[in-house]
């Protein structure tokens, strides 16, 4: 027993000790961490909106896209004419040779933007065909083409999105040595909560037989993802320095929301915006803020507190019909990726080559374009803003909207 009693003091004087120790070091370091500036001289990583000067970019990589299996999250966010394709390949490779066409569209787009003089990071390829199984599901992977869908940069933070697709969950690997070299360079990294991705997160029952089903639904604020716990994509937010705007979608949901606000106070502000949307999932073909007080509007999909931006003395513009055929496949999107541009900076533009009528429209604003051709690259889900994640623009944080 006294032997006992002895070792339990000494446990208990060299815990103490440990934390006085550790305290001492906290106060040091708080001592000397006062940065006279929010980010790092030497960070890499600085961007607070759309359409400062881009210095720096990360774009996806078509290479070894997988389609999603059709679960029900899936089925809720594509039309019912593809749900075939999806049941035929899921799990298994895009077709290979519209996959080969992407691949090099995307290629041509990353030899533009380097003789526009930004840099151009990739990620890492992934075998996305690889079954994985977690407590709560089985799936196979998707891809790593969309930057805009899993990183969010605001001022010099990079936030992994923790996503809402089973066949996403593990997508932020093919980002982390990219990330990892941003962090070491004195960018802030964090990941939002993961999500378990349990049969609660999904209304298993959501009926989803024609788009009036989703019209009503949408308008009720039903969607297939539940509040069982937070999810959400980053290609929801959409940011205007000290403002960013979100909508409630198929793959974000309030707690979601919640959690950025939270985050992110007070320095930003969140707002929740709406439209009239059968089937909202990710803002930027939508709602995409292209300059200080300017932005495009979809016509089909109005927005519901636009009012807001018009007081604020913002410039709204319709973007044209998108000229895309009909018969082009879009197994995961719409033709308004004609408005998904990048702005390289406030007077130039990265479109798509056969959209003639939007580079009109941008002309008409003083912008030029940088015309490039993405059409098999559409078919995987985005246009420019997709394709790529802006990791520093040239540019101080400002309020747009008082």
Same mark, same amino acid.
């Given at each position: 027993?006294?032997?006992?009693?002895?070792? !339990?003091?000494?446990?208990?004087?060299?815990?103490?000790?440990?934390?006085?120790?550790?305290?001492?070091?906290?106060?040091?370091?708080?001592?000397?961490?006062k940065a006279p500036s929010p980010v790092p001289k030497d960070c890499l990583v600085c961007s607070y909106n759309e359409w400062d000067?881009?210095?720096?970019?990360?774009?996806? @990589?078509?290479?070894?896209?997988?389609?999603?299996? *059709?679960?029900?999250?899936?089925?809720?966010?594509?039309?019912?004419?593809?749900?075939?394709?999806?049941?035929?390949?899921?799990? $298994?490779?895009?077709?290979?040779?519209?996959? &080969?066409?992407?691949?090099?569209?995307?290629?041509?787009?990353?030899?533009?933007? =380097?003789?526009?003089?930004?840099?151009?990071? +990739?990620?890492? %390829?992934?075998?996305w065909s690889v079954k994985y199984k977690t407590p709560d599901f089985e799936s196979t992977g998707m891809y790593a083409a969309m %930057?805009?869908?899993?990183?969010?940069?605001?001022?010099?933070?990079?936030?992994?999105?923790?996503?809402?697709?089973?066949? @996403?969950?593990?997508?932020?690997?093919?980002? +982390?040595?990219?990330?990892?070299?941003?962090?070491?360079?004195?960018?802030?990294?964090?990941?939002?909560?993961?999500?378990?991705?349990?049969?609660?997160?999904?209304?298993?029952?959501?009926?989803?037989?024609?788009?009036?089903?989703? /019209?009503?639904?949408?308008?009720?604020?039903?969607?297939?993802?539940?509040? *069982?716990?937070?999810?959400?994509?980053?290609?929801?937010?959409? +940011?205007?320095?000290?403002?960013?705007?979100?909508?409630?979608?198929?793959?974000?949901? /309030?707690?979601?929301?919640?959690?950025? @606000?939270? #985050?992110?106070?007070?320095?930003? +502000?969140?707002?929740?915006?709406?439209?009239?949307?059968?089937?909202?999932? $990710?803002?930027?073909?939508?709602?995409?803020?292209?300059?200080?007080?300017?932005?495009?509007?979809?016509?089909?999909?109005?927005? #519901?507190?636009?009012?807001? !931006?018009?007081?604020?003395?913002?410039?709204?513009?319709?973007?044209?019909? %998108?000229?895309?055929?009909?018969?082009?496949?879009?197994?995961?999107?719409? =033709?308004?990726?004609?408005?998904?541009?990048?702005?390289?900076?406030?007077?130039?533009?990265?479109?798509?080559?056969?959209?003639?009528?939007?580079? &009109?429209?941008?002309?008409?604003?003083?912008?030029?374009?940088?015309?490039?051709?993405?059409?098999?690259?559409?078919?995987?889900?985005?246009?420019?803003?997709?394709?790529?994640?802006?990791?520093?623009?040239?540019?101080?944080?400002?309020?747009?909207?008082?």
């Open positions: 027993m006294l032997r006992l009693r002895g070792a !339990f003091t000494g446990w208990v004087q060299r815990t103490l000790q440990s934390t006085q120790a550790a305290a001492a070091s906290q106060n040091t370091c708080a001592a000397d961490d000067p881009l210095e720096e970019v990360i774009v996806g @990589r078509a290479e070894n896209a997988c389609v999603p299996p *059709f679960s029900v999250e899936v089925k809720a966010n594509t039309y019912e004419k593809y749900w075939g394709f999806y049941q035929k390949f899921g799990g $298994h490779s895009f077709p290979k040779d519209h996959l &080969k066409k992407a691949i090099a569209e995307i290629e041509e787009m990353c030899n533009i933007l =380097k003789g526009e003089g930004v840099i151009v990071k +990739r990620p890492d %390829p992934i075998d %930057p805009r869908d899993i990183l969010l940069v605001v001022g010099n933070e990079i936030i992994e999105a923790p996503m809402a697709w089973r066949a @996403r969950f593990f997508e932020y690997r093919a980002y +982390r040595r990219l990330i990892k070299d941003y962090f070491n360079s004195g960018a802030k990294w964090t990941t939002a909560p993961k999500p378990t991705m349990a049969d609660e997160l999904y209304d298993q029952n959501y009926p989803i037989h024609s788009v009036e089903d989703r /019209h009503k639904l949408a308008a009720q604020g039903k969607f297939v993802t539940t509040e *069982f716990e937070p999810c959400f994509d980053a290609a929801d937010f959409i +940011r205007a320095g000290r403002d960013i705007f979100v909508q409630r979608s198929q793959v974000t949901n /309030h707690m979601g929301i919640e959690w950025m @606000r939270r #985050h992110l106070a007070p320095d930003y +502000r969140v707002h929740i915006i709406s439209f009239k949307d059968p089937n909202p999932m $990710h803002i930027d073909a939508t709602f995409n803020i292209i300059g200080p007080g300017l932005v495009l509007s979809n016509p089909d999909r109005p927005c #519901h507190q636009i009012e807001l !931006f018009k007081k604020a003395g913002w410039t709204v513009i319709q973007p044209p019909v %998108p000229l895309i055929p009909d018969d082009h496949p879009l197994w995961m999107s719409s =033709k308004w990726l004609s408005m998904n541009v990048l702005m390289l900076d406030e007077k130039r533009v990265m479109v798509d080559a056969n959209e003639t009528s939007i580079q &009109k429209m941008f002309e008409k604003l003083g912008i030029s374009t940088i015309k490039v051709n993405i059409r098999h690259a559409n078919s995987l889900g985005g246009g420019f803003h997709c394709w790529t994640c802006d990791i520093r623009r040239r540019g101080t944080l400002q309020s747009y909207l008082d």
